[in-house]
């Protein structure tokens, strides 16, 4: 029997229009070992769709039943439809050892997070606060209202940023993708991911 | 004035033998940005090597006062001479924003440990342990006595692991490295440091 490595639940979120999707695109276009999250939607299938591939297209019903059976790790309603992360699926990719790249909105991250605190939460910036951060260093050549209001903002994200465990700046797609794979190999280096790993090895030795 | 992230002290150690010399040459190859940290010794120096590059040279003295005024993160005796790591030399690297490698033995790393603990540890293992559970899973092609030997070895590994952040396995050299880079990138995204960077810029603009 072999001691099987669980597969991590990564959460990419952050503020709407800083990149979520293209940073994720090109990670997939990296060839990173990952699963990406299958959604639970009740909007029906766009041409060339496929159920378990592009989504697993539910009945109003069936959705709302599921959120009663709790087998969401975070749902929300857009306009008319419903769309969910499907908990069995996440579960049954990590049982077998696979990562699973959670890409999602600000509040389903922190839904997942309370059903899944053992995830890892990354959250992307934009390079505004780098920037705003430079703005202040070369002070006088902006306005002081430009600064205020990046300042306003800025205080929003540092807001959302204390429920994420990494803040990765999307800067240049590239170099974004590159931190989050840091993140994943370094995860995976965890003293207490490893630890665990052996010991079962060694129990079942004996 | 800019809000300079610090750098990280980053000690890789792990039981004798492992590779640990190996890997950081590898590394300095590599052109990763570390300032490798540099010993003070009382053994003479020996035919090109210089003071302040190599190590910094001391009489016994000289060292015995720096136990005293503990200005060593770590330091041992080793046949008639002492060897330490200067905590100064470090810390004015950390502070002018540079990560610093320290490669040292599992006892050195742990004296870091007691006096800097916001570094960062890492235990590189010999890939035996990953060679056991292999056979492990083959039971039957090892004597018994064989694989109790080696989980001897692995269970006094499992006790060391214990006091380090992270796992590596050295396995391949090139791998080995791959994951320290992964490590101390990603170290680099944890959010307590990057809020701990905004907060700072963010007051400075006040």
Known sequence: MEAKEQGLLIVLSGPSGVGKGTVCAALRKRDVPFTYSISVTTRPPREGEVDGVNYFFKTKEEFEN???RDEFLEWARYVNHYYGTPRRYVEEQLNAGRDVLLEIEVQGALQVKKKFPQGIFIFLVPPSLKELEQRIVSRGTESRDVIHNRMVVAREELEMMKHYDY??????????CDRIEAIILAEHCKRERMMKHYITALKEAE
């Open 167 to 176: 803040v990765v700046v999307n800067d240049k797609v590239e170099l974004a």
């Open 66 to 68: 599921m959120i009663k």
